[in-house]
């Protein structure tokens, strides 16, 4: 059975509203991160400045700046270069200059038009995208995250003007001739309009960059950047703006400083460190755990509670983050490529790139991570430790209440927030069976009082699906957990899988999500049994589906 949530309203339909556009920016982005990275590790291994510059003629081949008539290596793509001289040649074209110009940007339009209109969205999305990668002598990553969405909805709204109205046997002939149609006057809009527009935007971006470090006052930009993760709003800022303009920047001097604004992990490991010396009851016995796993598993989510119970804290994020600016804008620190997830071993193999400055910059790096921890462990504790007293009063409501408003921030549940939840062993079993008695009666008055909670449906189940709203976190923890239920109970013959919202086909029997998500999943797939969770890792309702699944298969 399913529960349902209440609207939001006010200022929190806002919220939701920023941070639903924050999701779409970074759902184009978030799936090609692998792309990225390639990117940057054949960059830091093959350009001519690389690890693996040297390696002939690997590298040069791979890097795009051998010289094709000294190289015999028949058959690989050549551009007209020019040597020192001013004189011609023929070089070879390698893989770092095509992905950064082709492949990067065709991906980002295809997942965005996929994500508007599906694969034919995601078709014509990539062909109009081309005409504005060509139509520029710039990474057209902003034009990809602009042109793709668009290209989706002009070609979703012309496929309502004769939906219904096409003579049996002549959908494919229309179908294919209108994308393909409509992809090149897109593509042709796209060079002659798009191309030129997202080169000034583009330019008025980087132009504020290059304002605010020349006023050293780049370092600001923290004052958005920290209370934005609280609140879960930093995807919109990071993958909607950082991460384009920081690509744009490292290809002309290697690295950007861009990448670091975010991903720094620094002042998240000095509020928790501070919490570990200076905090309460389970906020500081939980605060040890956290640490290993918010530093090095890049996970910035698990400091936000903490942040949460003592709202004044966000001061010291927002000091130590604009610590650690200060310390790559003064220093020349910045990575070759987007650190994702933000841990300090995707910081460590982004910044030492010898493009970025080798060990020289990921020393500087290190510094601004030590420094931005520093400055937020000594704010954090100064608020902290003046607070103590009245903390160890209020300490048992305030950081559970706190969780649970990192909950509602985000939207959804995580196993990070889960794991806060169970370091106080105390309230476990207190915590498990309140949630249980609320998933019994917002069931019984969901059905008036048809059913309690448990899982009732007559539909065979062989395909269970998870789904968030990234379908890529939460919902893939869940289902490794009920995946290991049923192998354990001893079920062979059905599938669990984790997918986005937005990307339920049908095909599922049956969707769990977390209960404020029940809804659009519900709309996705109407026909699909639908469970509604509060904890996706550990939900009594796993083992109601285990037992639902158990009695189909017996029989």
Known sequence: ??????????????????????????????????????????????????????????????????????????????????????????????????????????????????????????????????????????????????????????????????????????????????????????????????????????DVLGGAVAWLVSLSLLPLVSIIVEPAKVLFLNNAINHGVFTPLGIEQATETGKSILFLIEANPGPGLGLLLAFTFFGVGAARASAPGAIIIQFFGGIHEIYLPYALAKPMTILALIAGGATGVTTNMLLGGGLAFPAAPGSIIAVTAAAVSPAAGGIGNLLVVYLSVILAAAVTFIVAGIILRASRKRDLLAEADTFGAAIAQTEANKGKTSAAMDALRASDGRDRRAIRDADEALDKLETETETGGRADGGVLTTKTVKNIVFACDAGMGSSAMGASVLRNKIKKAGIEDVTVVNKAIAALDGSADLVITQNQLTDRARAQTPDAVHISVDNFMNSPRYDEVVELVRDQHGN
Do not use: C, H
């Open 1 to 202: 059975m399913t529960t349902a949530s209440a609207p939001a309203k006010g200022s929190n339909k806002a919220r939701v509203g920023v941070q639903r556009f924050g999701t779409f920016l970074s759902g184009m982005i978030m799936p090609n991160i692998a792309a990225f990275i390639a990117w940057g590790f054949i960059t830091m291994l093959f350009i001519a400045v690389g690890w693996l510059g040297g390696w002939e003629p690997v590298a040069p081949l791979l890097g795009g700046f051998g010289n094709a008539d000294v190289i015999n290596w028949p058959g690989a793509m050549t551009a007209i270069a020019l040597d020192e001289n001013g004189d011609p040649f023929n070089q070879f074209v390698g893989l770092v200059g095509p992905m950064i110009t082709y492949l990067l940007p065709l991906l980002i339009a295809n997942t965005g038009g996929r994500m508007v209109y599906g694969e034919r969205g995601g078709v014509v999305a990539t062909i109009a995208t081309m005409g504005v990668i060509v139509g520029t002598n710039i990474p057209m990553f902003l034009g990809a995250m602009i042109m793709g969405p668009f290209a989706a909805w002009v070609t979703k709204q012309m496929d309502k003007l004769w939906d219904g109205k096409i003579k049996p046997g002549f959908e494919m002939l229309v179908n294919n001739f209108s994308a393909g149609i409509l992809g090149m006057i897109l593509a042709i809009v796209g060079f002659f309009v798009f191309g030129p527009a997202i080169i000034w935007f583009s």
